[in-house]
């Protein structure tokens, strides 16, 4: 049969990425306590395509996704995908994308009754001819209680919930569960799923005692994270869905791993 993929291109027009967008997949994710968690793994695949080929093979993708599916989803195994991608495609550059929800069981502060909480999560892997870059993303949903609000009422402050995002580029396999509670102890208070009357007034006492800005969480999980060795560059942002205001509070810090030097963004 005629390989119209194979077919010579005139146009001279390289492509950055090519392959192909959310292919639903079972994985099996490893935890911290040594057991896997079970979930469904939303896939992007893609590599470079140079000027000389018409186009890629897009049933190779699926092939190779397919034979390493029922294996753990690791950083070591992503490498493994993307690096038998970039061989059997003959590409320069490879991108492996996986989004996923990973849940984690919560016990709440007082009652101790057991709910789960589920953070979006996303990994990248990229694979080129000189390097090869692991990235993890996880938005992670936390309190905050207004600083200003409290300093100027008698009673009370306006408290909401926010979502931290962190980007971290990994030197070495790092544990989904460590960057959540790393996270989640910067906030004002933690989120749960389940909570009596005793807990919901934990919570909200915990929350007038720690009162944060969007500004103060971006800084102080900056401040965390530039203590672990194996994290070679990250991004943290913080996104406050406001109760009184008709609009969101935002911050954000890129710390590079070559200047060492942050960037950061007012709400």
């Known amino acids: 049969m005629i ?60 092939e190779i996704l397919y034979r390493n599916c029922h294996n753990y989803l690791t950083f070591q195994q992503l490498k493994h995908i993307a690096s038998e991608a970039k061989k059997e495609l003959k590409a320069e550059n490879v991108y492996l994308e996986i989004s996923f929800i990973y849940l984690l069981k919560k016990r709440s502060p007082v009652s101790k009754k057991y709910s789960f909480v589920d953070y979006q999560c996303n990994l990248l892997s990229k694979v080129n001819s000189l390097d090869y870059e692991q990235r993890l993303m996880i938005k992670i949903p936390v309190s905050l209680l207004c600083p200003c609000s409290k300093a100027i009422s008698k009673f009370n402050a306006h408290n909401q919930r926010a979502i931290v995002t962190v980007n971290v580029d990994f030197l070495r396999e790092f544990w989904i569960e460590d960057l959540i509670k790393l996270v989640e102890k910067e906030g004002s208070c933690e989120i749960y799923s389940l909570l009596k009357r005793a807990d919901e007034k934990y919570v909200t006492e915990k929350l007038y005692e720690n009162p944060k800005f969007v500004e103060d969480i971006v800084r102080d999980v900056a401040l965390k994270l530039k203590k672990i060795d194996g994290i070679k560059s990250f991004t943290v942002e913080c996104e406050s869905y406001e109760s009184i205001h008709n609009h969101n509070a935002y911050a954000k810090l890129i710390s590079n791993s070559t200047t060492k030097e942050s960037e950061n963004v007012d709400s």
């Open 3 to 62: 390989d119209i993929q194979n077919q010579k291109d005139t146009r001279r027009v390289s492509l950055k990425m090519v392959g192909i967008k959310n292919i639903a997949l079972p994985l099996l994710i490893p935890t911290k306590s040594g057991k896997s968690q079970n979930t469904t793994g939303f896939i992007s695949f893609f590599t470079d395509l140079s000027h000389h080929s018409r186009g890629t093979h897009m049933s190779r993708f699926v």
